[in-house]
């Protein structure tokens, strides 16, 4: 069987995944990050009233042609405390920033362009145009106007924006359900003492960090031992729990206790493919199961990291309603590198910036896909294409950036 190239295998995950358009609504405090599901338009109109910009004092431009003009100050508007006169011919009212301008007003001097006189009067040391430091009415949005679009993620401007809008409430696409599943009668949780035989299970808890960063909500269902029963038991809970994605770690291959696939298989997975061109990370399984799509990851935790990287992150954004996220960028080889085979390498590099800007890629020299002391150190991966010839130092590189 001919293996799967890494771009056409990510097609075929997409390209099957279906987001879900269920809703809710939720305060703007936990709506960081969610994708809005519908249109938004304003309660309220901002600025709701002609305001001040800057602290001076409101005016008529007529009064302040002339620079020197003196002007006598018949009050003050402060934000929350208007003044409720009207400016005439030869007044002045000070104003403070966000204060409602006062009838008759149509420009602010600012105070540093005023002289205080005695007698309550100022003086003019300059002569803006009219109109200046005045916010008007309605300039940022009107009620009625849709300010916020469907499908926006919410950040920090756009939710400050639903507040102005006197929005408490947003509703949001719900964020996919990621259940995952860490098999091997060898593995115990973190805390544990391992006896000779047995190691600490570890995939979950990356893997489950890159499912939650890439919008989705985690089933974390623990592990679970080679044995059929067990399996299906778990894959049961995840059906129960409304999983859109199950990912197990782990046993997906088809060695005499790899049981994933087969148990899977036997509850009516129907298997889209597994073994992918590339390393670390060739044992990937891809199926779909009642709806829920299955990614089967290798047990390595290295392979499992890397392989989570390329396939959950984008599926579960993709569910989640997100745009892919752009990790890929360019670099220079800081040490030779072999001609490839035919599988996609990922390999681990630590990246350092030169003076002028530019990254240069240090790959480590140890690549084994158990060693997570090394991923933990790397800045990113260096990709190289099937059959790619040699490198030598100084090579353009390209590299998946790992943060």
Same mark, same amino acid.
């Given at each position: 069987?001919?293996?799967?190239?890494?771009?056409?295998?990510?097609a075929r995950v997409i390209d099957k995944a279906r987001p879900h358009r269920w809703t809710e609504r939720l305060a703007l405090h936990e709506c960081f990050g969610?994708?809005?599901?519908?249109?938004?338009?304003?309660?309220?109109?901002?600025?709701a009233f002609d305001n001040s910009a800057m602290d001076g004092y409101a005016v008529r431009h007529e009064d302040i042609v002339n620079i020197g003009a003196q002007l006598v100050v018949i009050g003050q508007s402060a934000a929350g405390h208007g003044f409720r006169g009207g400016v005439r011919a030869g007044e002045a009212v000070?104003?403070?920033?966000?204060?409602?301008?006062?009838?008759?007003?149509?420009?602010?001097?600012?105070q540093e362009d005023t002289e205080k006189l005695s007698g309550g009067k100022i003086r003019t040391l300059f002569a803006p145009a009219k109109g200046r430091h005045i916010r008007l009415a309605g300039q940022d949005f009107v009620e009625g106007d849709i300010a916020l679009v469907?499908?926006?993620?919410?950040?920090?401007?756009?939710?400050?924006l639903a507040a102005a809008m006197s929005h408490?409430?947003?509703? =949001?696409?719900?964020? $996919?359900?990621?259940?995952?599943?860490?098999?091997?009668?060898? /593995? *115990?949780?973190?805390?544990?003492?391992?006896?000779?035989?047995?190691?600490?299970?570890?995939?979950?808890?990356?893997?489950?960090?890159?499912?939650?960063e890439s919008g989705g909500e985690v089933l974390d269902l623990g592990i679970v031992p080679d044995d059929e029963a067990a399996i299906s038991a778990a894959v049961e809970k995840a059906q129960a729990a409304g999983a859109d994605v199950l990912v197990t770690l782990g046993g997906a291959s088809v060695g005499d206790h790899d049981l994933v696939q087969s148990t899977l298989l036997s509850r009516g997975m129907v298997l889209d493919f597994w073994r992918i061109a590339m390393r670390p990370g060739?044992?990937?399984?891809?199926?779909?199961?009642?709806?829920?799509? =299955?990614?089967?990851? $290798?047990?390595?935790?290295?392979?499992?990291?890397?392989?989570? /990287? *390329?396939?959950?992150?984008?599926?579960?954004?993709?569910?989640?309603?997100?745009?892919?996220r752009s990790r890929t960028t360019t670099a220079r080889l800081a040490t030779p590198l072999p001609a490839n085979d035919r599988r996609q390498d990922y390999i681990r590099a630590r990246l350092t910036v030169e003076p002028d800007g530019s990254l240069v890629a240090h790959p480590f020299a140890r690549q084994d896909s158990s060693m997570m002391n090394i991923f933990a150190q790397s800045d990113g991966l260096i990709v190289r294409a099937p059959h790619a010839t040699a490198a030598s130092s100084g090579d353009p590189c390209n590299v998946l950036r790992l943060r």
């Amino acid at each position: 069987m001919s293996l799967l190239s890494v771009e056409d295998a990510l097609a075929r995950v997409i390209d099957k995944a279906r987001p879900h358009r269920w809703t809710e609504r939720l305060a703007l405090h936990e709506c960081f990050g969610r994708v809005l599901a519908e249109d938004i338009a304003a309660r309220v109109t901002h600025p709701a009233f002609d305001n001040s910009a800057m602290d001076g004092y409101a005016v008529r431009h007529e009064d302040i042609v002339n620079i020197g003009a003196q002007l006598v100050v018949i009050g003050q508007s402060a934000a929350g405390h208007g003044f409720r006169g009207g400016v005439r011919a030869g007044e002045a009212v000070r104003i403070f920033t966000g204060a409602p301008l006062p009838a008759g007003a149509d420009t602010v001097i600012i105070q540093e362009d005023t002289e205080k006189l005695s007698g309550g009067k100022i003086r003019t040391l300059f002569a803006p145009a009219k109109g200046r430091h005045i916010r008007l009415a309605g300039q940022d949005f009107v009620e009625g106007d849709i300010a916020l679009v469907a499908g926006s993620v919410l950040d920090a401007g756009r939710l400050t924006l639903a507040a102005a809008m006197s929005h408490e409430r947003l509703p =949001v696409f719900k964020k $996919p359900r990621i259940a995952i599943i860490a098999t091997g009668d060898e /593995l *115990l949780p973190p805390g544990s003492v391992p006896g000779a035989d047995q190691i600490i299970a570890s995939n979950t808890y990356g893997v489950a960090a890159i499912a939650r960063e890439s919008g989705g909500e985690v089933l974390d269902l623990g592990i679970v031992p080679d044995d059929e029963a067990a399996i299906s038991a778990a894959v049961e809970k995840a059906q129960a729990a409304g999983a859109d994605v199950l990912v197990t770690l782990g046993g997906a291959s088809v060695g005499d206790h790899d049981l994933v696939q087969s148990t899977l298989l036997s509850r009516g997975m129907v298997l889209d493919f597994w073994r992918i061109a590339m390393r670390p990370g060739k044992p990937l399984m891809v199926g779909e199961l009642s709806g829920m799509t =299955v990614l089967g990851l $290798p047990g390595n935790p290295v392979s499992s990291l890397v392989c989570a /990287l *390329l396939f959950l992150e984008p599926l579960t954004r993709h569910l989640a309603h997100l745009p892919p996220r752009s990790r890929t960028t360019t670099a220079r080889l800081a040490t030779p590198l072999p001609a490839n085979d035919r599988r996609q390498d990922y390999i681990r590099a630590r990246l350092t910036v030169e003076p002028d800007g530019s990254l240069v890629a240090h790959p480590f020299a140890r690549q084994d896909s158990s060693m997570m002391n090394i991923f933990a150190q790397s800045d990113g991966l260096i990709v190289r294409a099937p059959h790619a010839t040699a490198a030598s130092s100084g090579d353009p590189c390209n590299v998946l950036r790992l943060r």
